[in-house]
C-alpha cells in the first residue's frame, strides 16, 4: 500500500477546471494508486482536484503513471504493455498478418471509420481500400505490416529529435480539446502522441523540411490509437520518427536501443496507418458509446 508521502503532485499537469470531468469516486481512485485514504486526503490538500469527493480518472492515471511506486494500476499497465520493446531488431521488423476490425459499437444513423492503409509503407490490406474514410459501423481487413529502420541523414533533423529527448517530457492522458495542443509540450513539458508529433512536424518544417503527422493504430499498446511524423531526410527518402515510442522506451529497462537511437528514424511493424494527419478521427459518431479495435495475429498458411 503507497503512503501519503510516496505519493506526490511535483511536475504534475491537472486537468484544467473547464475540462474536468469528475467521473472516478474514492475507493476507484485508491485501488488505481494503490494507496489508502490518508494518501489521498494529502494529495488532495497539496493540489489535486476533487468535486465533490470525486476525481478526474485522467489526472489519477497520469499520477500513478508518473509516480514511481511501480505499484500503481497505470504503472504495472505500461509495464506490462511495452514489454515488446524488448524485442529484438528482427521481431521489431518482421512481416506480420494481422487481422484488423474497427467497429463502432453504436447504432447511430451516420458513422465514418477510417480505413486501415499499411500499403503506405509497404505492407498490404485485403481487400484493397478504394477509399481512406468510408461510412460503415465496421470495418475489417487482413492486413500485413513490415518494419523499416533506416539511418536519419540530416543532422538537423538528428537535432530536432535530441532536443525533444532533452526536454523532459512526460506522456499524459488529456481531455480530447487538448490532446493536439502542441504548446502544452513547451509550457507545461507534458504531451499525447498528437500534440508530440505536432510539435516535432512543426519544428522539422520551420528548419525546411517537408514534415506531415500521420495517425493509426499500433499494436499491443493501451491507448490503440497513435501519431508520429513523417519526413523527408536529405536523401529524399519519407521516413518515420515517433518521438512518443522513443520517450516511452526511455522508461523501459533493456528496451531495444533502435527505439531511442536519434541518429535511426524507425518504423516498426507495429504501426498500422491511415491516410489521416492529427486533427483526424478514425471514427466520427454521434454518440458517447465506444469504438473498439481489434488487431490479432493471423496464422500463416504453408
Not at 83 to 112: E, Q
Not at 152 to 167: D, I, K, N, Q, W
Not at 238 to 249: E, G, R
Not at 257 to 276: E, G, S, Y
Amino acid at each position: 500500500m503507497t503512503t501519503a508521502t510516496a505519493l506526490s503532485l511535483d511536475g504534475m499537469y491537472l486537468i484544467p477546471p473547464e475540462h474536468h470531468v469528475p467521473d472516478t469516486d474514492r475507493a476507484t481512485a485508491a485501488e488505481l494508486l494503490g494507496c489508502d485514504d490518508r494518501a489521498i486526503d494529502a494529495l488532495v490538500h497539496d493540489g489535486l482536484t476533487v468535486s465533490g469527493d470525486r476525481f478526474d480518472g485522467r489526472d489519477l492515471f497520469n499520477l500513478g503513471l508518473h509516480s514511481g511506486t511501480g505499484r500503481t494500476v497505470p504503472e504495472q499497465a505500461f509495464a506490462f504493455s511495452l514489454r515488446w520493446m524488448r524485442a529484438s531488431a528482427d521481431a521489431l521488423l518482421s512481416p506480420r498478418t494481422l487481422g484488423f476490425t474497427l467497429t463502432a459499437d453504436c447504432a447511430c444513423a451516420d458513422v465514418t471509420l477510417a480505413v486501415p492503409r499499411p500499403d503506405r509503407y509497404g505492407g498490404a490490406v485485403t481487400p484493397a481500400p478504394s477509399r481512406d474514410v468510408v461510412r460503415a459501423s465496421t470495418v475489417t481487413a487482413t492486413i500485413r505490416t513490415e518494419g523499416r529502420a533506416a539511418p536519419l541523414r540530416s543532422p538537423v533533423l538528428r537535432g530536432l529529435v535530441e532536443e525533444f529527448a532533452g526536454l523532459g517530457v512526460r506522456w499524459v492522458k488529456l481531455p480530447d480539446a487538448l490532446r493536439d495542443d502542441e504548446t502544452l509540450v513547451t509550457s507545461h513539458r507534458v504531451a499525447t502522441c498528437e500534440s508530440a508529433s505536432r510539435w516535432l512536424a512543426l519544428r522539422c518544417r520551420a528548419a525546411g523540411y517537408a514534415a506531415t503527422t500521420r495517425i493509426g493504430w499500433v499494436v499491443g499498446m493501451l491507448d490503440l490509437v497513435h501519431a508520429w511524423v513523417e519526413v523527408t531526410d536529405d536523401d529524399g527518402e519519407t521516413k518515420i520518427v515517433d518521438p512518443v515510442f522513443a520517450l516511452f522506451a526511455a522508461g523501459v529497462a533493456g528496451a531495444n536501443p533502435l527505439l531511442t537511437d536519434p541518429a535511426v528514424a524507425l518504423r516498426t511493424n507495429r504501426l498500422v496507418p491511415t491516410a489521416l494527419e492529427v486533427g483526424g478521427r478514425v471514427a466520427h459518431h454521434g454518440c458517447d458509446l465506444p469504438v473498439t479495435v481489434r488487431i490479432n495475429p493471423v496464422k500463416e498458411m504453408s
